[in-house]
């Protein structure tokens, strides 16, 4: 083999080997890259759906652990399921006079702490954050906001309901549950 041939074959190997080396350099990078970016792309969804439905459900999920959902608050029950009858101005918009009444089609804020035999269940405390609620709206469980007509901020009322037995939690399904509701304040 010519000199000239020797030396050009060796470039070419040469290229060919930096080529490959490059080629394995950015196989190396995507495989690192394109999972870094899918965790990422997660994260960012997450805290886009998270702070989202804090929006529009006016701070967290809330739920009685005794329908489909509730108004706003940070109340995690057993459901997820949030609607939110006020916004963040509302919160601090609630009445507590205690000459006002409960009734339907009114907006309160109240705490509640749900148990079953004596037992606090999960996702059944409102942990004190407080939850909006508009009476007759049917987000809670059956006869849980009727049971609330007539009470007066600051009062502390005894509600007691039954889960359906369909309910979608097997420790809540059919059985009866006794929330301590608090009365924060009524809405105007």
């Known amino acids: 083999m010519k000199k000239e041939n020797r030396k050009m ?3 070419r190997r040469a290229k060919e080997r930096r080529k490959k ?3 394995r350099k950015i196989s190396r990078i995507i495989v690192i890259v394109i999972p870094l970016i899918a ?13 989202s439905s804090d929006s529009s459900s006016g701070s967290d999920n809330t739920t009685t652990e005794s329908d489909s959902g509730t108004e706003n608050n940070t109340e995690d029950t057993s459901d997820t399921d949030t609607s939110d009858t006020g916004d ?8 507590t006079d205690t000459s006002l009444t409960i009734g339907d089609g009114d907006t309160v804020n109240i705490d ?3 148990s ?13 954050q407080g ?3 508009t009476i007759g709206s049917g987000r809670y469980i059956d006869d849980f906001e009727e049971q609330l007509i007539g009470a007066h901020p600051g009062d502390s009322v005894e509600v007691t309901v039954t889960f359906p037995e369909d309910y979608g939690n097997e420790e809540l399904n059919g059985k009866e549950a006794v929330f301590d509701v608090t009365v924060n304040g009524i809405y105007q």
């Not at 965790?39 to 702070?51: E, F, G, R, Y």
């Not at 963040?88 to 009445?95: E, P, R």
């Not at 079953?116 to 004190?128: K, Y």
Request: without cysteine; negative net charge.
């Open 9 to 11: 074959a060796q470039e």
């Open 21 to 23: 080396e490059l080629q």
């Open 39 to 51: 965790v990422i792309a997660l994260i960012v969804a997450i805290i886009m759906t998270s702070d």
């Open 88 to 95: 963040s101005a509302d919160a601090a918009s609630y009445s």
């Open 112 to 114: 509640y702490v749900g």
């Open 116 to 128: 079953i035999d004596g037992v606090e269940f999960d996702g059944g405390n409102t942990q004190g």
């Open 131 to 133: 939850t909006d609620l």
